[in-house]
């Protein structure tokens, strides 16, 4: 798979390994509601898969594949995640390729909503692979339709 320069760029930031630089920066990207910044993390052909894409697209699938398709999702975040959306986090396990971390329920300020998340890294250092695994807590939010106030 061939990157743009400006992949490159971000998936070569000097300091860090490709995990961690993927590790912050996503976290990163997300709680600032910066599309275009979690956009870059991506390798063009990524796919991504989460029980929210039919929930906040209208798609029968939860499979996205490539840029043009994660962008909408990516937006669409920015513009509806409630409060409850916290990122308390404590760690990440990885073989050097894949990374997974959690975002328990139970943080330091209370409940948040609870993920795995789990990705797998190209060799540019750019995530090919995103499932997001959704816990009770996270359900709940959709059933209760606080991505849509």
Known sequence: MHTTDASAAVANEAG???????????NDALS???????????????????????????TESGVLRGHAQL????????DTKPPVRQYYRTAYLTD????????????????????VEAMELN????????????GWFGVRVLQRHEYHR
């Open 16 to 26: 860090s390994t490709p995990i961690e630089r993927v590790y912050f920066a996503w």
């Open 71 to 78: 962008r909408p999702l990516f937006q669409k975040l920015r």
């Open 32 to 58: 600032r509601n910066d599309a275009d910044g979690l956009l870059k993390l991506y390798a063009p052909g990524a796919v991504l898969e989460s029980p929210l894409v039919p929930y906040l697209l209208g």
């Open 96 to 115: 050097g390729k894949r990374l997974v971390w959690e975002y328990p329920r139970s943080g330091p300020h209370g409940e948040q909503m609870d993920f």
């Open 123 to 134: 060799d540019h250092g750019l995530i090919q692979r995103h499932c997001v695994y959704w």
